[in-house]
């Protein structure tokens, strides 16, 4: 079997997992509540926005960051938005540690995805 076979494998894999239906259920019902959709985009727009200024060493404004902190605090008290949040976390959690397992066996340097 060749590497991409292997990578195709996983994949499966993961759609298999707890982590990705639960995501995936929740992503839809989320897609399907107008109000809890618009909250959760512009939410991660903004998040985007400063993620982006991050990564380009700009400095982010502290009304920004206070903004965002207090939409997030706003969101979580969506039940929905809520559990949607919590199940994308354990999957990009997942993501995460499989990136970690792939680095530490081709002994690369990964630190700052940590």
């Not at 404004?61 to 919590?86: G, R």
């Amino acid at each position: 079997m060749n590497v991409y076979d292997y990578a195709h494998q996983l994949a499966r894999g993961l759609k298999e997992s707890r982590e990705y239906q639960a995501y995936k259920d929740l992503e839809k019902k989320v897609k399907t509540n107008p109000q809890c959709k618009t909250m959760v985009d512009d939410f991660r727009k903004r998040q985007l926005q400063v993620q982006g200024q991050q990564m380009m060493n700009q400095q982010v404004d502290e009304n920004t960051l206070k903004e965002l902190q207090n939409l997030h605090s706003v969101l979580m008290q969506n039940p929905l938005i809520a559990e949607f949040m919590h199940a994308e976390y354990k999957l990009s959690q997942m993501m995460s540690d499989i990136y970690k397992i792939l680095g530490e066996a081709l002994d690369l340097d990964i630190s700052g995805l940590e």
